[in-house]
C-alpha cells in the first residue's frame, strides 16, 4: 500500500484535536463571534487556559463562513480570560520560546505542530491500576 494511501485531511484531523482538546472548557457564539469559557474553564491553571483559548480561535473556520480571526493580541487574551497583563504576557513569551505559539506582529496563535504537546498539558493522564501496568 502506498504512503499516500495512509494519509488523512489535515483539516478534518485538525478539527477533531481541536474539538478533543476544547469541548470540555468552551462554546462558539456566533452572533458576538465570541469564544465562551465554561465554569470547568475556571478550574484550570493559567497557562493551560491561554493554550485552551488559543486552540478553541483556531476552531472558528469549522464553526462559522464569517472570516473571524484565528490569533488573538494579549490585551484581547486579556479580556477574554480575565487574566491580567503582568501574569499573561510572561505565559506568552514562554509559549513563543518553546515554540508553542506563532508571533504574527503583535497576534499570537497555536503552532499546529505543537497541538500534541498541548493535549499533553490540557488532557488530564488516565491512570492505569497498578495490576494492569507492564512490566519493563
Known amino acids: 500500500m502506498p504512503l499516500k494511501d495512509l494519509t488523512i485531511k489535515g483539516t478534518v484531523l485538525r478539527e477533531k484535536q481541536i474539538e478533543e482538546l476544547v469541548s470540555d472548557y468552551v462554546r462558539y457564539d456566533p452572533d458576538t463571534k465570541e469564544i465562551v469559557l465554561l465554569p470547568a474553564a475556571n478550574s484550570l491553571k493559567n497557562n493551560v487556559k491561554i493554550l485552551v483559548y488559543l486552540v478553541a ?80
Do not use: C
Open 57 to 136: 480561535l483556531q476552531g472558528w473556520p469549522f464553526v462559522i463562513k464569517d472570516p473571524v480571526p484565528t490569533d488573538a493580541t494579549p490585551a484581547s487574551i486579556e479580556h477574554a480570560l480575565h487574566i491580567p497583563g503582568g501574569t499573561l504576557r510572561p505565559i506568552l513569551k514562554g509559549f513563543k520560546t518553546s515554540h508553542m505559539v506563532l508571533v504574527k506582529g503583535r497576534s499570537y496563535s497555536i503552532h499546529p505542530a505543537a497541538l500534541p504537546h498541548i493535549k499533553d498539558m490540557v488532557l488530564p493522564k488516565k491512570s492505569v491500576p497498578k495490576g494492569m501496568r507492564k512490566k519493563e
